[in-house]
T-cell receptor, first 117, second 111 residues
């Protein structure tokens, strides 16, 4: 069973629009970590944020914000006033304390975001 | 520079050949990981290593071999490459449960 679901395969927005990328996860652990990574067209994986299961406080970093809700097992990512440079594939990932693979990341399939001028 | 590097960045090989992808990190992280990225699948774990001489399988280990004789290196070998192993391979490292940081990736094409 997939542990991380990113239901939106592709999203296209016009510059300056706000966009939310959804992430739903599944785990039985009480201690776990959630991540968002960005993969721009150049191909590298860029770390954006890490959240542990005990910290449900939402976070804002510039135009980026994250909403973590344990009640709905969601960790959504919002980009405010999107820019062309935000065009990338965004991955949500889960790391579990009791995993048998050393806190390896379980990735969603990614959401491809295209921001057009 | 400190960080995590992968070589080669691009590789074309033929079916049946042996290929080794290299990964080197300078952070002295205990854990290292190999993932492959395929369209429609996201990234999937191939192998991981908790320390030198300690390795274990991930989700998709078939056809791959790893070793870790030194903490900083974690090579991935395709013993007899197949077309289904055409993919982008990422190496990562961390000291759990801290953030994994990824290398730049190796694009492998098996003809």
């Amino acid at each position: 069973a997939q542990k991380v679901t990113q239901a939106q395969t592709e999203i296209s927005v016009v510059e300056k629009e706000d966009v939310t990328l959804d992430c739903v996860y599944e785990t039985r652990d009480t201690t776990y970590y959630l991540f968002w990574y960005k993969q721009p067209p150049s191909g590298e994986l860029v770390f954006l944020i890490r959240r542990n299961s005990f910290d449900e406080q939402n976070e804002i970093s510039g135009r980026y914000s994250w909403n973590f809700q344990k009640s709905t097992s969601s960790f959504n990512f919002t980009i405010t006033a999107s820019q062309v440079v935000d065009s990338a594939v965004y991955f949500c990932a889960l790391s579990e304390e009791r995993s048998n693979s050393g806190y390896a990341l379980n990735f969603g399939k990614g959401t491809s975001l295209l921001v057009t001028p | 520079d400190a960080g995590i590097t992968q070589s080669p960045r691009y590789k074309i090989t033929e079916t049946g050949r042996q290929v080794t992808l290299m990964c080197h990190q300078t952070w002295s992280h205990s854990y290292m990981f190999w993932y492959r990225q395929d369209l429609g699948h996201g990234l999937r774990l191939i192998y991981y290593s908790a320390a030198a001489d300690i390795t274990d399988k991930g989700e998709v280990p078939d056809g791959y071999v790893v070793s870790r004789s030194k903490t900083e290196n974690f090579p991935l070998t395709l013993e007899s490459a197949t077309r289904s192993q055409t993919s982008v391979y990422f190496c990562a490292s961390n000291n759990p449960p801290k953030t994994q940081y990824f290398g730049p990736g190796t694009r492998l094409l098996v003809l």
